[in-house]
């Protein structure tokens, strides 16, 4: 179900660029999740993608997704950033 999918920022004005390993870091600020002390979100843009997808640091290997089972009735997220397109 949904609760086990990735929280994700969709309908981006334009499609990122579609060059391999173009990817795109966006920052995110973010509180009352259901996530332990310590972790943090961050935020990426994946090649040819019009969405940002939503991670958390919560892991030795590095990150895996954010996902909606994670967020609260009242959490409350900011993200800021860009990217590059194709023109």
Do not use: K, M
């Not at 981006?12 to 999740?33: C, G, I, K």
């Not at 991670?55 to 860009?82: K, R, Y």
């Amino acid at each position: 179900g949904l609760a086990a999918q990735q929280v994700r920022v969709i309908g981006l004005p334009f499609t990122s660029n579609s060059t391999p390993q173009s990817r795109n870091a966006v920052t995110v600020t973010a509180s009352t999740l259901n996530i332990s002390a310590g972790q943090a979100v961050t935020g990426i843009i994946y090649e040819d993608t019009a969405h940002v997808g939503l991670q958390l640091w919560d892991d030795a290997g590095g990150v895996t997704d954010l996902l909606c089972s994670e967020l609260a009735t009242n959490s409350f997220i900011v993200i800021s950033g860009h990217y590059t397109t194709e023109s």
